[in-house]
């Protein structure tokens, strides 16, 4: 265990001297005051069933900022350790290679968990200027919150996996990103022709829908196949990522 | 230290090594020698735990290195060619975050953090950022990594590659140092490093080992011809035919000299002769005033070439 605490250490330390992180802080906060903003005047406009909460997180903008953090974050996990060479000298490090893959996951899903802070805060800001009249009711903050999370977890899976396959960051970022998106629209499209065909193949794509995840989560309601669904796929793509760092060291 | 038996490693339709073998005792200073291509870089990524072997058993420090890996990788203090380290790291944090890779933790990291960066002449640089630093001192950092976990054996692979003649001497002069603590296994290429630093040199070329001996058995074993270098004062326009008389003598080239009397003459000589004491004769005789007269002995570099030439014309067969 002692390898993945340093690994962790260090990469969270690398993660802050780097600009990397500031950067895409910084847009996840311009994003999401906007979200936010928007979420606001759609309340203000008129009587609404959902929460500031499900309007900040549901609508179609949110997926705009959404896709360009798990890029920025995973691109530079292994990709940078093949470019400086120091793959070589982190192997031959008495370290196994699962602390290696596991403390740069967790690293990147904590920094991930701190994106999503700033939003925590306007909702509680705007809850208390408003004297309560805005509320932010327990169950959608909660479900959306561990929504994101396990959304995140997948993500930043499948991004240091495609950071494990390149020496170059901006082909992993690419990877990543297309292949984050094709998992995303893959549920949109077919959910959108599905109802030209029928309800059960809409019925079996919900299951890897994000769109759909987010809309019951948002809404309060915590469902444990979507979280079962991303925790196996994260597990799934962490141990590609292991297959991959192990391979070119063991086969010949 | 190191068991090597008949290691072979293949790339994709490529062989890098091809079935060497040999042994290291603990505390020898062991040279790989070779010109790039060699399998100098495969061999030792092969000892250090980094890449497996495809066929063949690799033994270090009794571990065995696929599968006691970790084990191996305890007892090594591996620095690959090129010295790679995180450029966004200061000194001091990227050893010790090193250290407690390895296995340090607490006091005793600080303190053996602190030891190898006196050791390596880093202290000053310390809080300087790994970006900022030149080649010299980043060489160095890459070689305090290596030492930081005290290990039994030292694999560095080019060490002094890149370095000014300074720094060269430095790092030989550190290697030095260490080996009364740890076994080391260097490579280069460059043949005057092995002659000065190692007991014993490997000698590798095409992924084969041409030699393996000590680099002063390993130069007069072979009958490479050697030089012998007169400077005389004559006005004798027949000298080079008379020099060229000796028996042993092969050639004799006069070397032009700006102004002044003196003659320099190289005379080449046959394998197995030593024609000192009759150049001496001549002179006497012809009553030349001899300023010098020195044997150049076959260096590193004359056996390498005649190894390798010798062992393309035996069509890669093993010489040593």
């Known amino acids: 265990m002692r390898g993945f605490w340093v690994m962790l250490k260090k990469e969270l330390r690398m993660f802050f001297v780097s600009p990397v992180a500031y950067v895409v802080l910084a847009l996840v906060m311009v994003l999401n005051g906007f979200a936010f903003r928007a979420a606001l005047s759609i309340l203000e406009s008129a009587p609404s069933e959902g929460s500031i909460v499900t309007w900040t997180f549901q609508p179609q903008w949110f997926w705009l900022s959404y896709f360009f953090v798990f890029p920025l974050l995973t691109m530079r996990t292994f990709a940078e350790e093949r470019r400086l060479g120091t793959f070589e000298t982190l192997f031959t490090a008495p370290v196994r290679a699962w602390q ?52 995140g977890m997948f993500n930043l899976a499948v991004g240091i996996f495609a950071s494990s396959l390149t020496r170059n960051q901006i082909v992993a970022a690419i990877l990543s990103f297309t292949l ?8 949109v499209f077919v959910m959108v022709i599905g109802r030209k065909i029928s309800d059960s193949v809409v019925d079996v794509v919900a299951y890897f829908a994000s769109a759909e995840h987010i809309r019951i989560f948002t809404s309060g309601l915590i469902d444990t196949r979507p979280l079962i669904y991303y925790s196996s796929l994260t597990l799934l793509f962490l141990s590609f990522t292991l297959q991959v760092v192990e391979f070119r060291r063991w086969k010949p | 230290m190191i068991d090597v038996q008949n290691l072979t490693k293949q790339y994709a339709g490529r062989t890098a090594v091809d079935g060497i073998g040999f042994h290291v005792e603990p505390g020898e200073i062991v040279g790989f020698l070779g010109p790039n291509g060699a399998g100098k870089t495969t061999t030792m990524r092969i000892l250090s ?31 690959p060619e090129m010295a790679p380290l995180y450029v966004d790291m200061k000194v001091k944090e990227y050893l010790r975050f090193r250290a407690e890779l390895k296995g340090l933790g607490g006091h005793s990291m600080r303190r053996r953090v ?116 007169l400077e005389v004062e004559t006005k004798d326009e027949k000298a080079p035919v008379k020099l060229e008389g000796i028996q042993g003598v092969r050639k004799c080239t006069e070397e032009t000299v700006e102004g002044g009397a003196w003659r320099h003459f190289m005379l080449r000589v046959e394998p197995g002769f030593d024609v000192r004491e009759a150049v ?34 035996m069509k890669g067969g093993r010489l040593s």
Request: aromatic share 6%; net charge neutral.
């Open chain 2, 49 to 79: 735990g980094f890449m497996p072997a495809t066929s063949g058993k690799v033994t270090v420090a009794g571990f065995d290195v696929f599968r006691h890996s970790l084990e191996v990788r305890r007892a090594v203090g591996y620095m």
């Open chain 2, 114 to 229: 602190g030891e190898v960066m006196e050791l390596c002449g880093l202290t000053d640089v310390r809080r300087r950022l790994i970006d900022n630093l030149s080649k010299g001192f980043r060489q160095r950092v890459a070689l305090a990594d290596a030492l930081v976990h005290d290990p039994k054996l030292l694999i560095l692979d080019e060490p002094t590659n890149g370095l000014d003649p300074v720094q060269i001497r430095q790092v030989r002069e550190l290697l030095r140092e260490l080996r009364t603590r740890h076994t080391v296994l260097l490579s280069t290429h460059i043949l005057h490093e092995v002659e000065v630093t190692c007991d014993r040199v490997i000698m590798l070329n095409k992924g084969r080992i041409l030699a393996d001996d000590s680099p002063r058995n390993l130069a007069s074993k072979l009958n490479a011809s050697t030089v012998v270098r």
């Open chain 1, 180 to 187: 984050s998106l094709c998992h995303f629209l893959l549920g």
């Open chain 1, 100 to 151: 290696v893959v596991a403390g740069k996951f967790v690293a990147t899903l904590i920094i991930y968990a701190l994106l999503w802070a700033p939003s925590f805060f306007n909702f509680r800001v705007a809850h208390w200027i408003s004297a309560g009249q805005v509320e932010i009711p327990a169950g959608t903050m909660g479900g959306s919150y561990i929504i994101l999370l396990a959304m």
């Open chain 2, 280 to 313: 001496q004769a001549l002179a006497t005789t012809e009553a030349w005033r001899v300023l010098e007269l020195h044997r150049e002995l076959p260096n590193l570099e004359d056996v390498f070439v005649e190894l390798a030439s010798s062992a393309e014309v």
